[in-house]
């Protein structure tokens, strides 16, 4: 049944107060959970629960960011949803203007984030130890999920940035991966102006840290092994705790090497690679 949620266009008060007002708000992620600056809710309206992603409050000094450029991030978010169709993508129902920016509202996604900080990280019941504990081949298959979209959306045109397991969503009883929160991701590969780049340290390549560096498909393909490491090993890249076959294994030395050169041109080869270790959805 449809609602004010998935209907209604603009509205003229904060968004935490629509959504109250429409119906039940269930979960609140402020500063208390992330520092980005973004304020997002779940909420219950109807029977459905969705899951809507705010600017946050456009006063507030606190985020690395200002509120303008949390704003844009929003609406690149949208442009990224809007050009790329795989399945591991929540659905964007609708888009409100709002007096903060724009409320987008995603589906509500069950699962576990896969990240935490460092200290819960290593805890054997954390989402991330419970994931690397799974038979390799849910494992094997959830990254064909993350690499086939990657895929997609190089195609498209998009170069990813700060991509991490804190964009992954696993739902341990329906064996499914999700990946969220793209919005820093761009269109075309560009020049680092910043240095060290948005991220974590363990994703990222080498040129993420150097300035005027270009940052294009061979650096995704960087992170993409560095899910691979992450993933389905203890993070570093020996053969002794990577629990893929040999194949796999050069895969991930070719693609996580510290020189451009070395790695795979691109994501199409990297996934074609991939899908010829008989790991790609194509073999399935």
Not at 183 to 199: A, H, K, L, Q, S
């Amino acid at each position: 049944m449809n609602h004010q949620l998935l209907d209604i266009e603009s509205i003229n008060q904060a968004p935490g107060d629509f959504l109250s007002e429409i119906g039940h708000l269930f979960a609140v992620f402020d500063e208390h959970s992330q520092d980005s600056g973004n304020i997002s809710y779940g909420v219950k309206a109807g029977r459905q629960r969705f899951f809507v992603k705010t600017a946050g409050v456009p006063a507030d000094p606190r985020p690395f960011l200002p509120h303008q450029d949390r704003v844009a991030l929003l609406r690149n978010a949208i442009r990224l949803r809007g050009s790329c169709a795989h399945a591991a993508l929540p659905q964007l129902h609708n888009v409100i203007e709002s007096p903060h920016g724009p409320m987008l509202v995603y589906d509500w996604l069950e699962g576990d984030l896969l990240h935490a900080d460092s200290a819960a990280r290593l805890q054997p019941q954390s989402a991330l130890q419970r994931f690397r504990r799974l038979p390799v081949a849910e494992i094997l298959n959830a990254l064909d999920t993350v690499f086939a979209l990657h895929l997609e959306l190089a195609q498209a045109g998009w170069i990813a940035v700060d991509f991490y397991d804190g964009c992954l969503i696993y739902d341990f009883s329906r064996r499914e991966m999700r990946v969220i929160d793209l919005d820093m991701y761009c269109e075309g590969p560009f020049v680092n102006r910043m240095g060290r780049m948005f991220g974590s340290s363990r994703y990222m390549a080498p040129e993420e840290f150097e300035r005027g560096a270009t940052i294009d498909e061979r650096t995704n393909v960087f992170t993409l092994g560095r899910a691979l490491a992450n993933l389905l090993s203890d993070g570093s890249v020996a053969r002794s705790t990577f629990r893929g076959g040999d194949r796999l294994f050069d895969l991930l030395r070719r693609a996580c090497h510290p020189s451009r050169d070395r790695r795979y041109a691109s994501i199409p080869e990297f996934y074609a690679a991939w899908v010829e270790a008989g790991k790609g959805s194509s073999c399935s």
